[in-house]
C-alpha cells in the first residue's frame, strides 16, 4: 500500500448492524476512519452532509437500496468510489451497478481480506485521482493565469480576452515584440482549455533550419532524406488531442505555409516521404514578432494561411506601453532568483525602482528578467542598487527622464525619392543601403535592421529571383 489508510474515509452501509459493525472493524484494524450507516435514509442524510471518499453499501436493503445510496454517492460525491456488497442472486444487478459507476462488487459471505483487498483497489483509484488534481492544480500555477505578472489596465484586457479565449477551440494568433511573454500566453491558453490533459508542444519555426521544418511539423519515415534513419513522428502527432504552439510562424518557408494550410484545412497530416494519411485534432496557436499582414503584402506570407492562423488574436503591447507592470514584475523576478540562486533576501533601492520604471525595455519582459538575474546573483550587500545595475541600463539614455524619440534624420532627397513607393521598394532600399554600409556583412547588416539573418537571405534570394523572372 503506497498510501495512508488514515487519510481515507470511509461509509459503510447496511441494514444489519452485526455485519456493518463486522467491517467497520476489519477496515478500521488496517487504518481506514470508517462511519457506519444501519439504514438508507441514514446513509442518504450522511452522504447528503459529509464528505466520503468510498462508499460501501449493501445492494439490498429496504426504503433506500444500494442503488439509490450508488446515485447519491455520484451526485453529492463525485470524487467517492462505491463498492456494492451483494449475494450472489443479486449479482446481475450489481454488474448494472457498475455500468452505473460502482467501483466494483463484493460477493457475500465476505471475508476480512477480500475486504480489506477491494477497498485497497479502490483507494489506489480514489489516491490516483487526489495526486492528478494536485499536480494540475500546480501546473495551473505554473502555466495558467497567475503565471502572468501584471497590474496594467492593458495587460488585464489582454487577461479578460484569453480567459474566453481559453474555453473554446479556436485557433488563435498571438503578436507581440520579443521578450513580450507570447509564449507564457500560448501555455495559459492551453492550461485552461478543455485540453489541458493533453500535451502541448511548441515547435520555433524560425530556429529550425529550413529544410527540417517539414520532418520537425509532420515527421517523416525512414529513407526519405539523407540523414533519416528512423520513422520519426512530428510536432502535429505529438500534439495530438492537444495544443500546437508555433513559435515565429512569420518565418516559415513559403513551401511549407501551403502544406500547414492544407492541414488546417483536412486535419490530417502526411509524414515526409510517405503518402498516408494521419488523422490528427490539434489546436493550434501561433506566434509572430513579425507584422505578417505586410509579410502578406510584399508575398512572403499566404494570405488563405493568414487568417486560418488569425481566427482570434491576441496582441501583446511592448513593455514600454504598459509601464505600470514594471515594478511587478521586478519583484516577482527578485523573489523567483533569490530562491532560485539560494541566496539571502534583497531589496531595490528607490533609485533602481525609478531606472527600471524610465528604462525603454527593448528586449521586453525577458530583458528585466536577465537583468534582475543578473542583479540578484552579483549581488554582495542585500541591496539591488545603482551600481549593481547591469551597463546597457546603467548607460542608457532612456533610463534616465523620458524625451521624446528622436526623428531619423533623412536625406531630403532620400526622402522625396522614397516617399509614394511601396513598403516593399523602401524595404529593399533599406536593405541595399545597409548591406552598402557595412561592406557586404550580412550579419552585421540583419543586426542593423532589426531581423533575423534568415529573413535577410530570404529577402536577398527574392531579390535576385525577381531580377531573374524581369
Ligand atoms: N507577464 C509576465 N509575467 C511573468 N513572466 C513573464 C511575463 N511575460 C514574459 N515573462 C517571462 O519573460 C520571458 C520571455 O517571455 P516569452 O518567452 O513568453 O516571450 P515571447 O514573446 O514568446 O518571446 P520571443 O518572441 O522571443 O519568443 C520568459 O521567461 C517569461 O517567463
Redesign the pocket.
Known amino acids: 500500500m503506497d498510501f495512508d489508510p488514515s487519510s481515507f474515509r470511509l461509509l459503510v452501509v447496511d441494514n444489519e448492524a452485526a455485519h456493518a459493525r463486522a467491517m467497520m472493524e476489519s477496515l478500521e484494524k488496517v487504518g481506514y476512519r470508517c462511519t457506519v450507516a444501519t439504514s438508507g435514509p441514514e446513509a442518504a442524510t450522511l452522504i447528503a452532509r459529509d464528505t466520503y471518499d468510498i462508499v460501501i453499501t449493501d445492494m439490498v436493503m429496504n426504503d433506500v437500496d444500494g442503488m439509490k445510496v450508488l446515485g447519491l454517492a455520484r451526485k453529492h460525491l463525485p470524487d467517492a468510489e462505491v463498492v456494492m456488497v451483494t449475494g450472489h442472486a443479486t449479482v446481475p444487478i450489481a454488474v448494472e451497478a457498475m455500468q452505473k459507476g460502482a467501483f466494483n462488487f463484493l460477493e457475500k459471505p465476505i471475508t476480512p481480506n477480500r475486504l480489506r483487498a477491494i477497498v485497497e483497489k479502490a483507494a489506489g483509484a480514489v489516491d490516483l485521482r487526489r495526486q492528478n488534481t494536485e499536480l494540475m492544480s500546480r501546473l495551473d500555477k505554473q502555466y495558467g493565469f497567475e503565471?502572468?505578472?501584471?497590474s496594467s489596465k492593458e495587460?488585464q484586457e489582454v487577461i479578460d480576452r484569453l480567459r474566453r479565449i481559453a474555453a473554446t477551440d479556436a485557433t488563435v494568433l498571438i503578436t507581440?515584440e520579443?521578450?513580450?511573454?507570447?509564449?507564457?500566453?500560448a501555455q495559459a491558453i492551453h492550461q485552461n482549455s478543455p485540453r489541458r490533459n493533453k500535451p502541448i508542444v511548441a515547435i520555433n519555426t524560425g530556429a529550425i533550419a529550413e529544410n527540417l521544418v517539414e520532418s520537425e511539423l509532420f515527421g517523416h519515415v525512414r529513407g526519405s532524406f539523407t540523414g533519416a534513419d528512423a520513422d520519426r513522428v512530428g510536432a502535429f502527432e505529438y500534439a495530438n488531442g492537444g495544443t500546437l504552439f508555433l513559435?515565429?510562424v512569420g518565418d516559415m518557408p513559403l513551401s511549407t505555409q501551403i502544406k500547414l494550410l492544407r492541414v488546417l484545412e483536412e486535419n490530417k497530416i502526411t509524414r515526409v516521404g510517405d503518402n498516408k494519411a494521419i488523422n490528427v485534432n490539434v489546436r493550434l496557436v501561433s506566434?509572430t514578432?513579425r507584422p505578417l499582414e505586410d509579410m502578406v503584402e510584399a508575398g512572403t506570407f499566404r494570405s488563405d494561411l493568414y487568417f486560418r492562423l488569425k481566427v482570434v488574436t491576441v496582441g501583446?503591447p511592448p513593455l514600454r506601453e504598459r509601464p505600470e507592470?514594471v515594478i511587478p514584475?521586478m519583484d516577482?523576478f527578485r523573489k523567483m532568483f533569490l530562491r532560485r540562486h539560494d541566496k539571502p533576501s534583497a531589496n531595490f533601492s528607490p533609485a533602481v525602482r525609478k531606472r527600471f520604471s524610465a528604462y525603454q525595455w527593448p528586449g521586453n519582459?525577458?530583458e528585466l528578467?536577465n537583468f534582475v538575474e543578473m542583479m540578484v546573483v552579483l549581488d554582495t550587500d542585500s541591496v539591488l542598487d545603482i551600481d549593481d545595475l547591469p551597463p546597457e541600463l546603467a548607460e542608457a539614455d532612456d533610463a534616465l527622464p523620458q524625451e521624446v524619440p528622436e526623428k531619423l534624420d533623412f536625406d531630403a532627397s532620400i526622402s522625396n525619392e522614397l516617399i509614394g513607393q511601396k513598403l516593399s521598394v523602401i524595404e529593399r532600399w533599406a536593405i541595399e543601403k545597409t548591406l552598402e554600409m557595412t561592406n557586404d556583412n550580412r550579419e552585421e547588416a540583419a543586426k542593423i535592421l532589426g531581423i533575423g539573418a534568415r529573413t535577410l537571405y530570404r529577402r536577398l534570394d527574392q531579390y535576385k529571383k525577381d531580377e531573374e523572372d524581369a
Open positions: 503565471s502572468i505578472i501584471y495587460m507581440g520579443n521578450g513580450t511573454g507570447k509564449e507564457v500566453v513559435d515565429e506566434a514578432n501583446l507592470d514584475l516577482h519582459v525577458r528578467r
